[in-house]
Every structure is written in C-alpha cells, then in structure tokens.
C-alpha cells in the first residue's frame, strides 16, 4: 500500500508560475523547471537553490517559496528524508496563505511523504490534513485523504482508515477519475483484509487491477500486484508468486527500482528454498546500489545548500567590506576638508576607539589564559548548556540524566564505559549532537550519517568518536566564529572517513598543536586513526578524520 506519488502536485505545480516576474529575474528559476521536466533531478536542485536566492534577494517570496517546495520533494524521492523535511519546513515562511495554496498543498503532502518513510505515522497525519486544509482540486484532496489512510493503516488503526476510504468512495464526483477511484477501491478492500485475515479481498483486488490495467496505470497495477500477493499467501503460494513476479517484470521493464526491490523481497519469501539463490543476489546487488545512491543524494544535497551559505556570507563579508572602504575614503576626504581642528577631534577619537579595543583584547587573552583544560567532562557540560539555551523547550529530566553521565565519567576520568542503558542507535546519537549546536546564529549540516555508516563499530569506538566530534563543535563555538558548519561521513570497506568544515576564522597552529586539542588527536591515535588539519584556505576549516572499523 502506497501513498501518492509526487507527480500530480508537481503537474499543478508547474501549472501555477507566478506571475509579476521578467524573464530575466526568472532565468535561473525557469532553468530549474527545464531540468526538472527532462528529469534531470540532481541539476534542477542546484538551480533551484540558486534561483531560491536570486529570488529572495529581489523580493520574489512566493516563487523561492516555489523553488524549496520542489526541492523538498526532490529530496524525498531520492531518499533524503530528513532533509526534504528541512528544506519543506524552511518553505513554508516564503509562501502566502491566501495566494499559494497549490505549494502549500504540495509542501504539507511532501511533509507527511517523508515522515511516512521515516516511519513517524501520527506526524505524517497532521501534514495531510494541513495538505487537504488548502487543496483547492478535488482530485488532490482525495489523494491526501488516501495518503491519510495509509499512515493509519500502518499504525495497524484499521478501522479509521477504512471510514476515511469508505466515505471518499462514497463521493460521487470520484467516478469522474477512474485512476483516484480505483487507488481507493483497492486500499479499501486491502484494509478490510488487514482487519480480518477471512475478508474475502481477491473479487476486490482482482477487479482493481484489471481496472488499472484498461487505464494503463503502472504504479497502480505494482500497487495491486503487491496486494494481491500478500492476500493470498497463506492461501494459493502458486497465485501469490506468480503475482509478485508480474509485479517483479513490471517494475524491471519500467525502471522503478523500489517496487523491484520489494518485488524481489517477496519472491525469496514465497518461491522453494532451492530457487531463492538469484533472486537474492538481485536483491543484494540492486539493495546496495539503491543505498549508495541515497548516501550519494544526501551527501550532494547537503553540500550544495552549505557550498550557498557559504558563498552567500563571504558575498556579504565582500560587500561589507568594501563599504568600510569607502566609509574610510569619505572619512579621509572630511577630514581634509575640516581642517586642522576637525582632524585633531577624529584623531583624539580615534586615539579612544584604538584604546578600547587594546582593554578589550587584553580581557579576551586573560580570559582564554584562564580558560581550564578542554577535556570530557568539561565539554559534556557545555553540550548540556548549549542545549538548554538553544531549545525553548528542553527536557529537564533528561538535562539532569546527562549531568549525572557526566559526573559519573568526572568519578574516574580515564575509565569511560559506554551506557549500557542508552537505547538510541548511534546515528542518532551523532545527529542529536550535531543537531544541539544548530541555533539562530550557528546553521548546521549533515551528510552521510546512518546505521549502515556505524555498522560493526564497537562502543568504546563510538564513545571516542562521539568526545572527538563534540571537541570539534566546542571548539567551533568558542573559537572560530562560524556559522556554517558541516559534517560528511563515508564508508570504504573497512575505513571510515569524516570530513568537518566550517566557514569561521580557522585554527592557530598552537591551537591545534597545544592543549585545546590535544584530548582529540590522543583519541584519534587511541582507535588508531589519522587527522588532518586543513588550514590553508584564506577563510574556514576543514578536518579529515579516518579510522578502521576494527
């Protein structure tokens, strides 16, 4: 069972260019579009990225509004789904109440896509109905109203997923779209089977597919292939297969890579032991490709937003640099013209400001001479104190339990066992801790972080890596005045590689070799590990951080 597919928003979508807009402000923006209607999905990001700025800069909200929705999307169909909420999310202040409906539409329907994916069920309910509030088409109510359903029936909340389908059948208008009518036909009937195993679903489903079939609707006929073999399973092993596997050429003669993959799942599940071997080794082979295309979505995806930022700070840096210039020219200029008198008062007041800024760097030495030893206590401390004051509504309980972690590890310093209670995986371990130094002034970004990446890693690895990358973030907050900052995690084999980058104002030498990080580079030798500090570039940081998984 299925939620909608992004296509009939994106139709609609395309259908509603704003207006009020020269071809030459819109270049970049239509440049997008042509890219994304040739399918070429990884260059209309880029271009929608850039028209995002272009847009914004010259006023035009509702069509950088535009600009992110359909990146967001784009970054749910590859498999970014934490990213496309992202960029969703930041879309939704660029769009107007009243006169962006279509995108605010497509933007909520995006919104509870990705969650679905992401497994968060009861989230995913509140953006569809947010979806279906600004519908103004019939037809795409119906579909968020079907997508609805979907996520109640994975909450296995049959019952309210059969009343919603039941009472958008009953509506007359939907025999007008013979395609909508039968995606609800179908769910209907499946639903029903879910509820109570004895339905008898197959004259249902049988009759959805051959409907989709007169109506030439593939992702239609995948859906009820794929029902119809679940259905009868535990019935007709022989019918079931035989389903999957026209489910199985349908997907391979039209390219879609997801509905092969799951096709290819329920054959090893249903064909004879001896037959299996193939099959998983499709299945193996094209799984890790489609995991390695995500890694590689996300990666680019994330870079390209940070690469902007990056590149629209120093834009402004230039631009407010050469505005001192010319401050400093017309002062030079005023203060000829004032004569001896003007320029004994802007010397005396110089003479002041010059003096205050000594006092004050004196008070930042004395205090970065007073600063204690960055170590793990030290930084588990200032994690917890970030993150209280970078969210309004922080779990104090939770902000006691990590203060108590820390004063376990503060008991013996060089014992640091790993919490044998903490449940949380260790990707999101690492996506909380990045995520905490994420504010109003600090953007934050991550590619690459998921299970597969920590997979085999032991805990006393994934402490040091965790107190490695929070002396990094530490650092970065009370050193280097960034506020891009990204993290890039890749696997090879039996290495993985980190690489961290910022836009700030990099490391001294004695920093990197003194006391501030030295906790890092023992850590690093400790797992028997290299890294590298870059920084040679005119403005920012890089790192690049390698160790074996064993």
Known sequence: MKTFIHILFILILCSCHKKEISKIDRKTYDKA????????????????????????????????????????????????????????????????????????????????????????????????????????????????????????????????????????????????YPTTYYRIYDNLAYNRFLKNPSYNAEPELSEALQARIREKDINGQITSLSHLSTYLKDKDNQKSLMNVKEMLKISLSHHLA??????????????HPENIKPYFEKYQYLNDSLTSARNKSKSQFAFERFEA???KTENVQKENQILLQNIGIASLILLLIGGTISGSIWIKRRKERLQKENELKIKENELKISKKVHDVVANGIYQVMTKIENQEHFDKDKALDELEFVYEKSRDISYEKVDSNDTHEFYKKISNLIGSFKNEKVNTFLAGNGANIWMDLSHSVQDEVYQIMRELLVNMKKHSQANLVAFKFERNNNLIQIQYTDNGIGIPGEIIHGNGLANTVSRIEKIKGSIIFDNTNEKGLKVYISFPIS
């Open 33 to 176: 579009y042509d890219f994304y209607d040739a399918s070429e999905k990884d260059s209309a990001f880029i271009y929608f990225n850039r028209a995002k700025d272009e847009l914004i800069e010259k006023g035009y909200y509702s069509h950088a509004g535009n600009s992110l929705v359909i990146m967001g999307i784009i970054q749910c169909e590859k498999g970014d789904y934490y990213g496309s909420q992202e960029t969703a999310l930041s879309a939704i202040k660029y769009l107007n109440i009243q006169h962006d409906s279509a995108d605010l539409s497509a933007n909520y329907n995006n919104l509870g896509i990705a969650s679905q994916s992401l497994k968060e069920y009861n989230k995913a309910i509140v953006f569809y109905d947010k979806a279906a509030q600004f519908s103004t088409d019939f037809r795409y109510k119906i579909a968020q109203v079907n997508n609805k359903a979907v996520s109640y029936s994975y909450l296995k909340q049959y019952d309210s997923a059969i009343s919603i389908l039941k009472k958008a059948l009953s509506n007359p208008n939907l025999k007008k």
């Open 258 to 271: 997801n509905d092969r993959l799951e096709a290819l799942q329920k054959i090893i599940l249903l064909e």
């Open 309 to 311: 930022e990056k590149l």
